[in-house]
């Protein structure tokens, strides 16, 4: 299996070369990685428009959650989703606050 680096360098050469440096968009995924630790801990979930949500289980576990457009637009196959713990608010990734975190413009974190 690759690495989440690997997929993004692939994902790079392929998709984005255009529109970022690969600097710019490792400095994102870093931002949006420590936004969803830091949400996590604070026991609520974080949702990414059209990429998925990072959440706390029935269990008290974290898990990802796939957004159906992601899986649809990236032909993901279909697998059990979790189920999100009930009590646990969800919250919007703040993509102006990942962009100003990594000194970027916000269409860049989009």
Known sequence: MPSSYEVLTRAYGQ???DAA???EILKIWHLVGRTAEEM???RRNLRIE????FL?????DPQFAVASAFRAR???AEFPQPTPAAAVPTSKLN???VARGAGLDRGLAE
């Open 15 to 17: 998709l984005l070369s």
């Open 21 to 23: 440096s690969l600097d």
């Open 40 to 42: 996590l801990l604070q």
């Open 50 to 53: 059209r990429f998925g949500t």
């Open 56 to 60: 706390i289980d029935a269990k008290g």
């Open 74 to 76: 990236n032909r993901v």
């Open 95 to 97: 993509l102006a606050a």
